[in-house]
């Protein structure tokens, strides 16, 4: 199959869908996208601290928004959402901490708000699975809310009507719901972000479930927003010249598709 499928001028531009929306972090990460010229997420799923906050230091410059797993780091210390923060606002991108909420709102609030990570005080963005039903929204009230409508992984669950009641309960919380994890474009609500996990330069597999899709696939096919790369980058010899590519590939895509 042609993986360069004829691109749909039929986008809106970023810059014009910031003020399409009136949640602010959706307007602020639209407005980042366009300035930085960059629609890039890099997932730094490694389990040192320092380590972390090195790449994203390298890394920083490439992306809109860095992704992490706070709950896979071996040394957490509570400075590190201080830190993470001073590295962001050197290099301009967000943090999207991927922690996936999936219980009742009281449960969901105790876990976003405290524990040992305080994901609340750092983190720009999270996600969640709606699978508890909105009242995960009600307790997630004042983050920058990711629903998960669909997953990159074989077998997933999360599809057709599944996918589609997630639409529709994303779209009945504008205040807090920001958009998608999905594989493509789900809502023409021109203010829903849409981040699409599992991409890679070529197609493929990981030995546990995990598919990879193209930038051109996932960004002029489908027509999602932004790309999460983890170990296409992370893994490479020169990952800062790796994530330089991805960029350039992911912005390209993106400008192809816009009317
Ligand atoms: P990879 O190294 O590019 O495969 O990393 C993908 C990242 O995105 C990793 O942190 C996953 O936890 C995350 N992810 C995913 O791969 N697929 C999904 O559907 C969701 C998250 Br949601």
């Known amino acids: 199959m042609s993986k360069t499928a004829a691109p749909r001028l039929e986008r809106l531009s970023f810059l014009k869908r910031a003020n399409l929306t009136r ?3 959706a307007q602020r990460l639209f407005k980042l996208m366009e300035d930085k010229k960059t629609n890039l997420s890099v997932a730094l799923d490694v389990t040192g601290q320092n ?4 790449m994203a230091d390298l890394l920083g410059p490439h992306i809109a928004v860095l992704k992490t797993h706070v709950d896979i780091l071996q040394d957490f210390t509570p400075d590190f959402g201080t830190q993470l923060q001073a590295i962001a606002k050197k290099h301009h991108f967000l943090i999207f901490e991927d922690r996936k909420f999936a219980d009742i709102g ?3 609030s105790l876990q ?3 524990g040992i990570y305080r994901i609340a005080d750092w983190a720009d963005i999270i996600n969640a699975h709606p699978i508890a039903g909105p009242g995960i929204i009600e307790g ?3 983050s920058n809310l990711l629903l998960l409508a669909e997953m990159s992984s074989a077998g997933t669950l999360a599809k057709g009507a599944y ?11 504008p205040e807090t719901v920001m958009g998608f994890i999905s594989l493509r474009k789900l809502s023409d609500q021109p203010g829903i972000i849409h981040f699409t996990p599992g991409v890679q330069l070529a197609s493929g597999k990981d030995s546990l479930g995990q598919r990879y899709r193209t930038v051109d696939e996932i960004l002029i096919k489908n027509h999602s927003d932004i790309i999460i790369v983890g170990r296409g980058i992370t893994h490479a010899a020169n990952p800062g010249e790796q994530a330089r590519i991805y960029r ?3 912005w390209q895509a993106y400008v192809q598709t816009v009317a």
């Open 106 to 108: 009281q449960t969901v």
């Open 163 to 173: 996918t589609r009641s997630v639409v529709a309960m994303a779209e009945a919380h």
């Open 23 to 25: 949640h602010h972090m």
């Open 112 to 114: 976003y708000r405290g």
């Open 248 to 250: 350039e590939a992911a």
């Open 140 to 142: 997630l009230k004042g």
């Open 51 to 54: 380590q972390l906050l090195q």
